[in-house]
């Protein structure tokens, strides 16, 4: 039986090894009395998780019940800039019906917001404003994504949780892991234990082996005697955590080791590697690593905010979008073009799945996972980029489908079958 691995109590609840907000892919185990379980979490795991909604959402990322995650960003709409609004995305700007935001033109306040709702608020003269030039503005400090206490502390409980996972560690033993647990515990102050990789080798590698998003970890022993484990966060930070001191140094020309890949669509794996040469892994204290590396980490999150990976969560939110607009639409409460919203990438994704679940309903295998399903089956990547002609193109097909009254049937009929894969995704889950 298990006992607590940080203090050896018998009355345990089941962790979340990398917090299910920062991953598809969920570990767990039951390891942790409720005490640790709760100090790690309320001291920085949740705190943590805040600062990083923006990227979270736009991996697709979802709330524990299948909603989008909010943020807080600056909107800016026809030179006038609102600050500090939470949104989730277009459609929660545009449709918020009961939504007003407050801005200021030539000192005066204006208010924004669906005019037909305005019309209604006393004494307030509405004027139009363009929400096509709409953009949204959001600003993060490196230093608070990858470098705060918070983070660092967060990242070494990852690492000891994960290492006591795959070495099947049932306890806590403080001849060992007395330095990592006394900092996860904030007993101690090393600024040693967690270092950021600078690494070009090891960048290298996990950009080959990992895609944005992914989570990915291993462990080796260092030429100088200690065991780390290697913790790259959504391939962006590639951390370095001192977990044991071995005391024999790893001198083998060659080391083999596990990669495990735990993605945002839900896929976990683990692949081999090898390296050649000393086994040693060149890493800094993490403010300095992110001083020195700034536009590298400033690309890789760029990159990051237009990757969209088509988890199943994700692919049902925007179905029961376009599913409540249909509604809508059927009532002829909204018209074609609200229906299609032909700006929203998002959207135009969400019709051209439907429309692959319509055409593909008896290709469809159970046995294999949804994101292979996808990959398989309808050939679509799970990282989904559409071009502007492209998206033109298949517009005009829908708008003649529409015209031989076949589209709607069409939208219908792929919700449908959406609605069995997730029935039956889910059941998979669960078992
Ligand atoms: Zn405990």
Same mark, same amino acid.
């Given at each position: 039986?298990?006992?607590? !691995?940080?203090?050896?109590?018998?009355? %345990?609840?089941?962790?979340?090894?990398?917090?299910?907000?920062?991953? *598809?892919?969920?570990?767990?185990?039951?390891?942790?009395?409720?005490?640790?379980?709760?100090?790690?979490?309320?001291?920085?795991?949740?705190?943590?998780?805040?600062?990083?909604? @923006?990227?979270?959402?736009?991996?697709?990322?979802?709330?524990? #019940?299948?909603?989008?995650?909010?943020?807080?960003?600056?909107?800016?709409?026809?030179?006038?800039?609102?600050?500090?609004? %939470?949104?989730?995305?277009?459609?929660?700007?545009?449709?918020?019906?009961?939504?007003? @935001?407050?801005?200021?033109?030539?000192?005066?306040?204006?208010?924004?917001?669906?005019?037909?709702?305005?019309?209604?608020?006393?004494?307030?003269?509405?004027?139009?404003? #363009?929400?096509?030039?709409?953009?949204?503005?959001?600003? +993060? $400090?490196?230093?608070?994504? +990858?470098? $705060?206490?918070?983070?660092?502390?967060?990242?070494?409980?990852?690492?000891?949780?994960?290492?006591?996972?795959?070495?099947?560690?049932?306890?806590?033993?403080?001849?060992? =892991?007395?330095?990592?647990?006394?900092?996860?515990?904030?007993?101690?102050?090393?600024?040693? !234990?967690?270092?950021?990789?600078? #690494?070009?080798?090891?960048?290298?590698?996990?950009?080959?082996?990992?895609?944005? *998003?992914?989570?990915?970890?291993?462990? /080796?022993?260092?030429?100088?005697?200690?065991?780390?484990?290697?913790?790259?966060?959504?391939?962006?930070?590639?951390?370095?955590?001192?977990?044991?001191?071995?005391?024999?140094?790893?001198?083998?020309?060659?080391?083999?080791?596990?990669? /495990?890949?735990?993605?945002?669509? *839900?896929?976990?794996?683990?692949?081999? +590697?090898?390296? /050649?040469?000393?086994?040693?892994v060149i890493s800094e204290s993490p403010t300095q690593a992110l001083l020195r590396m700034k536009n590298f980490y400033i690309n890789k999150l760029e990159a990051l905010t237009k990757t969209k990976v088509l988890s199943i969560y994700l692919v049902k939110q925007m179905i029961e979008?376009?599913?409540? #607009?249909?509604?809508?639409?059927?009532?002829?409460? !909204?018209? +074609?073009?609200?229906?299609?919203? =032909?700006?929203?990438?998002?959207?135009?994704?969400?019709?051209?799945?439907?429309?692959?679940?319509?055409?593909?309903?008896?290709?469809?295998?159970?046995?294999?996972?949804?994101?292979?399903?996808?990959?398989?089956? @309808?050939?679509?990547?799970?990282?989904?980029?559409?071009?502007?002609?492209?998206?033109?193109?298949?517009?005009?097909?829908?708008?003649?489908?529409?015209?031989?009254?076949?589209?709607?049937?069409?939208?219908? $009929?792929?919700?449908?079958?959406?609605?069995?894969?997730?029935?039956?995704?889910?059941?998979?889950?669960?078992?």
């Amino acid at each position: 039986m298990c006992k607590c !691995i940080y203090c050896n109590s018998e009355v %345990l609840t089941v962790s979340d090894i990398i917090p299910f907000a920062l991953t *598809g892919a969920k570990i767990k185990k039951k390891f942790v009395c409720k005490e640790h379980n709760a100090f790690t979490n309320d001291h920085f795991e949740k705190h943590v998780i805040s600062e990083y909604d @923006f990227f979270r959402n736009a991996l697709g990322l979802t709330t524990r #019940d299948g909603k989008p995650i909010k943020y807080t960003a600056n909107l800016e709409i026809d030179g006038l800039v609102v600050s500090n609004t %939470l949104v989730s995305n277009r459609a929660s700007i545009y449709a918020a019906d009961k939504r007003f @935001f407050q801005a200021e033109r030539d000192g005066k306040k204006v208010l924004i917001g669906a005019i037909e709702q305005l019309k209604q608020i006393n004494g307030s003269a509405p004027e139009p404003i #363009d929400m096509k030039n709409l953009t949204v503005t959001y600003s +993060f $400090s490196l230093n608070k994504l +990858f470098a $705060s206490d918070m983070v660092l502390h967060t990242v070494a409980k990852i690492a000891y949780e994960w290492h006591c996972f795959v070495n099947n560690v049932c306890c806590y033993d403080n001849e060992k =892991y007395q330095d990592i647990v006394e900092y996860i515990l904030e007993q101690q102050q090393d600024d040693c !234990i967690v270092e950021v990789v600078v #690494d070009g080798n090891v960048i290298n590698a996990m950009e080959q082996l990992c895609d944005l *998003g992914t989570n990915s970890l291993y462990e /080796y022993v260092d030429v100088d005697g200690w065991l780390y484990v290697i913790f790259n966060f959504w391939n962006v930070a590639i951390y370095k955590v001192k977990i044991i001191d071995t005391k024999s140094p790893n001198n083998n020309p060659t080391t083999t080791l596990n990669l /495990y890949r735990y993605r945002i669509d *839900g896929i976990k794996d683990t692949i081999v +590697f090898g390296v /050649y040469g000393a086994t040693h892994v060149i890493s800094e204290s993490p403010t300095q690593a992110l001083l020195r590396m700034k536009n590298f980490y400033i690309n890789k999150l760029e990159a990051l905010t237009k990757t969209k990976v088509l988890s199943i969560y994700l692919v049902k939110q925007m179905i029961e979008g376009v599913q409540a #607009d249909l509604e809508a639409y059927k009532k002829r409460k !909204i018209d +074609f073009a609200r229906l299609m919203d =032909y700006e929203d990438n998002d959207r135009v994704t969400a019709i051209k799945l439907i429309q692959c679940f319509a055409e593909n309903k008896n290709s469809y295998n159970t046995a294999i996972s949804f994101n292979e399903n996808l990959r398989a089956i @309808f050939g679509i990547n799970e990282v989904l980029t559409i071009k502007q002609e492209e998206k033109i193109k298949y517009l005009t097909e829908l708008v003649q489908l529409n015209e031989t009254a076949a589209l709607i049937p069409m939208i219908d $009929s792929g919700i449908a079958m959406f609605a069995e894969i997730w029935d039956n995704e889910i059941a998979k889950e669960k078992q």
